[in-house]
């Protein structure tokens, strides 16, 4: 059964630093892997896609990694700002299942002091 | 572009009463999914839409939940009876086909309490 792990679960940090948000996944067999945006009452946003054949997506000051083989996937968020603040939550499709049957993890909460 | 529209935004309901949720996709959009978001928890697909016949609806209790999507443009999510573990939040999203890499779009929810 895939499972989807997110580290940390909370996350404070000062505007201007770069940070990393992980994801790990049990079951390297997958179709691919999406970071998600959610901020408080709101829905998901999509931030990146990384199909199972990329190493890497990126954009603007987002950037996402993918090793499938060793089932982790990394977000960085460069130059943060507090409008980065949202809670990020990465979300896995595994081959064989319908597009909208993504296995999410919990998510981290990020806070961006100014 | 007009995003996902749901409705309500809000519902108090008591345990055993029935409750319905609308979803109008963004236009043009084939595939229509309705997630389950428990407070702290990723969302959990509940039914997938392919125009109006129903892709994958493998984890929608169906003893008590339904789900429909007449004409392939509006759906609506139904909860009868409610029970308390159902208290979440309801996302309703859409994608412009079933193809591999396309985005989906999320609309803003639709919180439900069951007390």
């Known amino acids: 059964k895939q499972e989807v792990t997110q580290i940390p679960a909370a996350l404070s940090v000062p505007e201007g630093e770069n940070l990393v948000l992980n994801c790990s996944f049990t079951d390297s067999a997958i179709y691919n892997l999406q970071w998600f945006r959610q901020d408080p009452g709101k829905g998901l946003t999509s931030l990146l896609l990384i199909q199972s054949s990329q190493r890497e997506q990126t954009s603007g000051r987002l950037n996402a990694s993918l090793d499938k083989s060793s089932g982790r996937s990394t977000l960085y968020i460069a130059a943060s700002q507090p409008g980065d603040s949202a809670t990020y939550l990465c979300?896995?499709?595994?081959?064989?299942?319908?597009?909208?049957?993504?296995?999410f993890g919990k998510g981290t909460k990020l806070s961006v002091k100014p | 572009e007009a995003g996902v529209a749901q409705s309500p935004r809000y519902k108090i309901i008591e345990k055993r009463q029935s409750v319905a949720f609308w979803c109008n996709p963004i236009?043009?959009?084939?595939?229509l999914y309705w997630y389950q978001q428990i407070l702290g928890q990723g969302p959990k697909l509940l039914i997938q839409?392919?125009?109006?016949?129903?892709?994958?609806d493998s984890q929608l209790p169906k003893d008590r939940f339904s789900a429909e999507r007449l004409k392939g443009v509006d759906s609506t999510l139904k909860i009868q009876p409610a029970k308390l573990e159902d208290s979440a939040v309801y996302l309703c999203?859409?994608?412009?086909?079933?193809?591999?890499?396309?985005?989906?779009?999320f609309g803003e929810g639709s919180w439900l309490t069951v007390v």
């Open positions: 839409f392919q125009n109006n016949g129903v892709v994958d």
């Open positions: 979300a896995v499709r595994k081959y064989g299942g319908s597009q909208g049957n993504l296995i």
């Open positions: 236009s043009g959009h084939a595939t």
């Open positions: 999203a859409s994608s412009p086909s079933k193809g591999a890499g396309n985005t989906i779009y």
